[in-house]
Structure formats: C-alpha cells, structure tokens
C-alpha cells in the first residue's frame, strides 16, 4: 500500500507522540508504585522502632524495681 510521504510522516509523528505519552504514563505509573513501597516500608520501620522503644523502656523500668 502506498501512502503519500507527507502521510506517512504525520502517521510516524503521531506513532512517536503515542509512544512518548505512554512512556511517560508508564513512568509516571512504576514512580507511583516505588513511592507506595518507600511508604510502606518507612511506616513498617516506624512501627519497629516504636516497638523497640517500648521494650527498652519496659527492660530499663525492671532494671530499677
């Protein structure tokens, strides 16, 4: 099939942008997804962090009794 050149280049052009935009919505998706992990595993070392405090308080409040 033969297509005009001006065509075929307007058909190439719009292929690239198509590409361009889902690239970026598939960055912009796995960024997303690292930010949700990030999240999760602060929240996860907060909640550690904070269980650790209570049994050094709890051991260090035996200590003295």
């Known amino acids: 099939m033969f297509l ?3 065509i075929s ?3 190439v052009a719009e292929k690239h942008r198509e590409m361009l935009a889902q690239a970026e919505q598939d960055r912009r998706a796995s960024q997303l997804a690292s930010l ?3 999240s999760r595993r ?3 070392a907060k909640r550690q ?3 650790a405090r209570r049994l050094t308080l709890r ?3 035996e ?3």
């Open 4 to 6: 005009h050149p001006a």
């Open 9 to 11: 280049s307007q058909l």
């Open 36 to 38: 949700a992990r990030a």
């Open 42 to 44: 602060a929240e996860r």
């Open 49 to 51: 962090m904070l269980k």
């Open 59 to 61: 051991l260090r409040s």
């Open 63 to 65: 200590l003295t009794q």
